[in-house]
């Protein structure tokens, strides 16, 4: 590194030599947790969630170029280089270039290098996401129906991962002893909530309809997200916008439903099915018991 430019300028430059190289993207990634100087092993074990979420990416091909025979996604393309983009200027921070940061997200990934917890990871990581979709709304609203549907999906995932972590019992209520092992990025356990072959599937893109999807959908990933995320959705959204500093989520979500990219009017699709199961979970999982 060299103090000729800025840590903004320099992570623009790093970002920007793998912007058409997924691969290049991973690697970029991988070094951000080795720190600037090669050498953080505190660091080190948060690499699981964030290299699955870009392993992912990189399977489903959201992240080839404009010029590849099977185009990726403009809208993923600029969530992932914002997120490479705000630990690389973190990382520039941290090894002495000069600042100040350019973003508050670059702040929250600061303070995880100071002191690497899960909480302080999930707020970097989430704050980041978040900026990342609401900066990028009208790429968003340019992908099919489907995709689109599947953004907000994630969107709920990822926050309530979090949320297992800072906010247990708004996570799983009179179950909240758990919520913090459940929710470590450190742990296997977290795929459950983060891998995302689990919420999507690995095609880009997609062609189907949201109603085909969720016909097929069974099993954890439909009862996680009808029965146990969907019913505290707005307290959810409420304590994330808190937590990351991001009033505009709230612009995400409208009467427990979410609204990202997506019409109001079409609200129906998050409407739970009709099942023993989901029921069973509503009544263990309150939301207003879980909201105190």
Do not use: K
């Amino acid at each position: 590194m060299t103090a000729e430019v800025t840590a903004a300028a320099w992570a623009g430059q790093q970002v920007a030599a793998v912007r058409d190289d997924p691969a290049g993207r991973m690697s970029l990634m991988e070094r951000c947790y080795h720190g600037p100087f090669g050498e953080a092993p505190r660091h080190l074990p948060f690499r699981r969630a964030a290299m699955s979420f870009m392993r992912w990416q990189v399977r489903r091909g959201v992240l080839q170029p404009p010029f590849a025979d099977r185009p990726g996604s403009p809208w993923w393309r600029a969530v992932n280089e914002r997120i490479l983009r705000d630990g690389c200027e973190a990382v520039g921070l941290s090894g002495g270039l000069p600042g100040p940061s350019s973003a508050r997200t670059v702040d929250h990934w600061l303070a995880f290098a100071d002191r690497p917890t899960a909480r302080a990871w999930y707020r970097a990581h989430n704050g980041s996401v978040v900026a990342a979709y609401l900066e990028n709304r009208g790429l968003a609203e340019a992908e099919h129906e489907t995709e689109r549907f599947f953004m907000n999906v994630v969107l709920c995932r990822v926050l309530y991962a979090h949320a297992l972590v800072a906010a247990p019992r708004l996570a799983l209520g009179r179950l909240r002893p758990l919520a913090p092992f459940l929710g470590d990025p450190r742990v296997e356990m977290t795929g459950i909530f983060l891998q995302l072959s689990r919420v999507l599937p690995d095609e880009y893109p997609l062609h189907d309809t949201v109603r085909s999807h969720l016909d097929r959908e069974i099993g954890f990933g439909r009862l996680l997200d009808f029965g146990v995320i969907a019913p505290g959705l707005r307290q959810l959204y409420t304590w994330s916008a808190r937590e990351l500093e991001a009033p505009g989520l709230l612009d995400c979500v409208r009467d427990g439903s979410p609204v990202y990219a997506w019409s109001f009017d079409d609200r129906h699709v998050w409407r739970p099915p009709d099942s023993f199961a989901i029921r069973a979970v509503h009544r263990a999982l309150p939301p207003v018991a879980r909201g105190r």
